[in-house]
C-alpha cells in the first residue's frame, strides 16, 4: 500500500501544483543554472521567484549551491519518486476498472449479437 500521508509526498505535489514551479523544474531539468538566468522567463521580482525555488527546495526538488553571492539551482529527482509511486498505485486501479468495463461491454455486444441471430 502507498503511505498517503507522508509530508515529502504532500510537498511534491504541492510544489508541482503551480505551474511557475513545473517551468523552473524543466529549466533545471536541462542544466543547473543561477537565480538571475532561472527567473529571466518569468514577469515577477526576484523576491517571488526566491519563494518559488524555496517551495522547491522545502519539497527536496531543488538544491541551492551558494559559492559567495552566486546561488545555483540543481534539479533532485529523488523525491518525485514518492509520488510517482502514488500515482502507480492508482493507474492500477484504473486499469483494473477499465478492464471490467471492456470485458462487460464485450460480454453486452456478444449477448446483442446472439439475440440479433448474428
Not at 515577477?44 to 539551482?73: F, W
Not at 529527482?77 to 461491454?105: C, K, S, V
Request: hydrophobic letters at 45%; one cysteine or more.
Amino acid at each position: 500500500m502507498v503511505n498517503n500521508k507522508s509530508e515529502q509526498l504532500d510537498a511534491v505535489f504541492h510544489a508541482l501544483a503551480d505551474p511557475t514551479r513545473r517551468a523552473m523544474i524543466a529549466r533545471l531539468a536541462q542544466a543547473p543554472c543561477g537565480i538571475t538566468e532561472l527567473a529571466a522567463p518569468f514577469d515577477m521580482t526576484l523576491a517571488a521567484i526566491s519563494k518559488h525555488i524555496k517551495v522547491l527546495e522545502g519539497a527536496g526538488l531543488v538544491v541551492r549551491n551558494i559559492q559567495g553571492r552566486n546561488h545555483t539551482c540543481q534539479l533532485d529527482t529523488r523525491p518525485m519518486l514518492g509520488g510517482i509511486e502514488w500515482l502507480r498505485h492508482y493507474e492500477q486501479f484504473w486499469n483494473q476498472r477499465l478492464d471490467a468495463l471492456t470485458a462487460a461491454l464485450l460480454a453486452e455486444d456478444a449477448a446483442a449479437d446472439q439475440a440479433n441471430g448474428n
